[in-house]
């Protein structure tokens, strides 16, 4: 008994416990057949053991890659690799997930669930409200409309004013109604409640400014104003997904819209487009589609034979030229890849192209359809705001001069304010800024029509 625990003693002291666990298993196992007093038999059995184990292990050679890579340089390899996958995985996105980069509805967060009733506070006086129309392939669209109401009593001065003006030698001639509608096609980030306190600025602008106009061409052109804002396809609570051709599609629907619901008999509707940043590529790409439509004599699609209303004016603030100028603005430097990839874009979004189509359509020699009759007139375009802000942070400086440059090249009427302090959207919100546009819309929708 005394024989037995010194051995198991001295067993658990010399010997690895995997050998004693293999001790107590089956009777099969070597180890129980060895005599007490054979511990040095065990130990040689042990060593035995061990030695054809490490001789069984395969010894890996190194790979030739491997073996001719010094050993202090591989781990700059593996960081200059690490930063290869990165650019390839960058440039992955931008070139097939570029609509998800480019259209933005869900910046900032939970921006598609907010409502106009969030901003109501900011708005006033103007009252908006939420309408729904369809787009070109039946996708429904949001769109914000809002204006000032017009108190009785100014509305009866205003009709009596009129009623007065109208009056040619005794007779009456029956009272034609104004209406200017400010179609706003905005950028490519956010929802549109966001944009309605600014929106509301403007609009108090133009109706404060065109009250205390003393003119008489003032008096008998007192217009009610509105502005609506379009939500393009993913944006806020329209449906569908935005892409370039869908959105063309839906910026033509807007107009549709307006020149069929504003427009009548007895009223004289007039248009002025505003666009902002990549809006304002949206916009020149509307009116460069519409105003040939128009030309041609073409309904609003609506079914009604109504003609389309004239566009007066086109206001480009913070102009993106195209996605090119964009990607290298966003990427400066020129080792890096990106701003190399814009021949792989399918969205182009050029406003030096559109502005080229215009010119080319307005030398083109053509007719209009005026009153059921077809008459030989020379062509024209809407005038050009350019409203850039001083420091924009997304838009290179260089931009706005190239766009009047070229403008200006092909014949086109453009005037550009410089809005001294202001970022990528505050140009309209800095009080000199603000009044430049509320007179530049004044001015071409004051202009009387015959």
């Known amino acids: 008994m005394l024989a037995s625990c010194v051995l198991r003693r001295v067993l658990r002291a010399s010997c690895?416990?995997?050998?004693?666990?293999?001790?107590?298993?089956?009777?099969?196992?070597?180890?129980n057949n060895i005599p007490s007093n054979g511990i040095n038999g065990l130990h040689n059995i042990t060593r035995k053991r061990q030695s054809a184990a490490q001789d069984i292990r395969p010894n890996k050679p190194r790979s030739l890659i491997t073996a001719a890579i010094p050993s202090f340089a591989v781990?700059?390899?593996?960081?200059?690799?690490?930063?290869?996958?990165?650019?390839t995985w960058k440039c992955f996105w931008i070139i097939v997930m570029q609509n998800k980069l480019l259209y933005l509805s869900w910046l900032p967060p939970f921006t598609r669930s907010e409502s106009i009733s969030d901003y109501k506070a900011e708005c006033r006086p103007v009252l908006w409200e939420?309408?729904?129309?369809r787009s070109l392939d039946g996708t429904k669209l949001a769109v914000c409309e809002g204006h000032i109401p017009v108190p009785p009593r100014d509305r009866e001065s205003v009709l009596n004013t009129v009623a007065s003006q109208n009056t040619h030698q005794g007779k009456l001639i029956p009272k034609r109604k104004n209406s200017v509608v400010i179609c706003y096609f905005q950028g490519n980030g956010g929802s549109t409640p966001m944009r309605l306190p600014l929106l509301s600025h403007v609009l108090r602008a133009i109706a404060e400014t065109s009250r205390s106009?003393?003119?008489?061409?003032?008096?008998?052109?007192?217009?009610?104003?509105?502005?609506?804002?379009?939500?393009?396809r993913g944006y806020?609570?329209?449906?569908?997904?935005?892409?370039?051709?869908?959105?063309?599609?839906?910026a033509q629907a807007l107009l549709n819209w307006v020149s069929e619901t504003y427009a009548s008999p007895e009223t004289d509707l007039e248009i002025v487009i505003w666009g902002h940043s990549l809006g304002a590529a949206v916009a020149t790409s509307a009116v460069s589609t519409y105003i040939a439509r128009q030309c041609e004599g073409k309904a609003s699609n609506t079914g009604s034979n109504r003609p389309l209303a004239p566009i007066s004016g086109l206001i480009l603030?913070?102009?993106?030229?195209?996605?090119?100028?964009?990607?290298?603005?966003?990427?400066?430097q020129r080792w890096l890849p990106y701003r190399y990839l814009w021949p792989f874009s399918w969205n182009t979004w050029d406003i030096k192209a559109k502005m080229q189509q215009m010119a080319t359509w307005r030398d083109q020699p053509g007719s209009q359809v005026l009153n059921e009759a077809t008459t030989s007139i020379p062509r024209s375009l809407p005038p050009i705001f350019l409203l850039a802000a001083e420091k924009d942070e997304v838009i290179p400086s260089?931009?706005?001069?190239?766009l009047e440059?070229?403008?200006?090249?092909?014949?086109?009427?453009?005037?550009?304010?410089d809005v001294m302090g202001a970022m990528h959207i505050e140009a309209p919100l800095k009080l000199d800024g603000r009044k430049a546009m509320v007179k530049f819309i004044l001015n071409v929708t004051s202009v009387p029509r015959t």
């Open 398 to 402: 260089y931009v706005p001069g190239q």
């Open 236 to 250: 806020w609570t329209s449906s569908g997904r935005a892409t370039q051709s869908g959105i063309e599609m839906d």
């Open 16 to 31: 690895p416990r995997a050998i004693l666990t293999r001790t107590r298993k089956a009777s099969s196992s070597p180890y």
């Open 130 to 133: 939420e309408k729904q129309i």
């Open 75 to 87: 781990p700059p390899l593996m960081f200059i690799g690490l930063l290869l996958g990165l650019w």
């Open 213 to 232: 106009d003393p003119s008489p061409m003032s008096n008998s052109k007192i217009s009610p104003y509105t502005i609506a804002a379009l939500s393009y």
């Open 405 to 417: 440059q070229h403008a200006k090249s092909l014949g086109l009427e453009i005037e550009r304010k």
């Open 317 to 332: 603030e913070a102009p993106t030229s195209s996605v090119k100028d964009m990607l290298i603005s966003l990427y400066p």
